[in-house]
């Protein structure tokens, strides 16, 4: 299994990104799909994930600004964040529950993608 993450990038505060992750391979069921994030010096912490039946579960931080989007069909998760701050500078990670046709379930994550706010 793969995680291919896009979108990142530099923007000034008050601007908007749109990061996206595919995930291919042997997959069988994706179980949750989401986005961490990583700055410097820092633990990686949530900021949005999507859960299998439908629910949603965002970092306080992000709750109004950011939202994350799921297309079952092409295994995709994407995440728009707007209102962008220099705080939410840092590398933004995908990540992925995924339960392979062995019905093993793995804990997977994508390379890192740079989002940069400016001030």
């Known amino acids: 299994v793969q995680l291919q993450a896009s979108g990142g990038g530099l923007v000034q505060a008050g601007g908007s990104l749109r990061l996206s992750c595919a995930a291919s391979?042997?997959?069988?069921?994706?179980?949750?799909m989401g986005w961490y994030r990583q700055a410097p010096g820092k633990q990686r912490e949530l900021v949005a994930v999507w859960t299998n039946g439908g629910s949603t579960n965002y970092a306080d931080f992000v709750k109004g600004r950011f939202t994350i989007s799921r297309d079952n069909a092409k295994n995709t998760v994407d995440l728009q964040m707007n209102s962008l701050k220099p705080d939410d500078t840092a590398v933004y990670y995908c990540n992925a529950a995924i339960t392979r046709w062995t019905g093993v379930s793995y804990d997977y994550w994508g390379q890192g993608t740079q989002v940069t706010v400016s001030s």
């Open positions: 391979g042997n997959i069988f069921r994706v179980n949750a």
